[in-house]
C-alpha cells in the first residue's frame, strides 16, 4: 500500500516561486514512477511533469516547460514540483500520484486514468 501526501501550496502573485512536496509511505523507492497532475475548477485533471524510477528522466507539458522542474529525494521518499514564473492560469488544486507501469529510467505524459495511487491535493492559487 502506498500512500502519497502533498503539501506546500498557497497563495502567491503571479511571478512568484512555489515548491510543493509530496512524501510517499509504503514501498515506492524504485517502484514507481512519480507524476504531478492539477486540476482547475470546471476542467479536467491535466498532466503536469513526471520523474521515472530511477529519478534520471523527467517529461512536462509543454504548459510548464522551463517554468516547473520535477524531482525526487529517494532517501526521503519524497517528490517535489519546484514552480518559478508563475501565471494566473497555473491556479489549480495539484496533486501528486504513482505509477508502476514505466520502465526503469522512462518517462513520458502520464495520464489520470493509469496511475496507481493519489494523494488528496494540494491548492495553488496564483493571483494577477
Known sequence: QVQLVESGGGLVQAGDSLRL???ASGRIVGSYAMGWFRQAPGKERE???????????TY???SVKGRFTISRDTAKITVYLQMKSLKPEDTAVYYCAADGR???NTIGVLTPGGMDYWGKGTLV???S
Do not use: E, L, N
Request: hydrophobic share 35%; glycine share 14%; charged share 10%.
Open 21 to 23: 512536496s509530496c512524501a
Open 47 to 57: 498532466f503536469v511533469a513526471g520523474i521515472s524510477k530511477s529519478g534520471g528522466s
Open 60 to 62: 512536462y507539458a509543454d
Open 102 to 104: 514505466p520502465s526503469w
Open 125 to 127: 492559487t496564483v493571483s
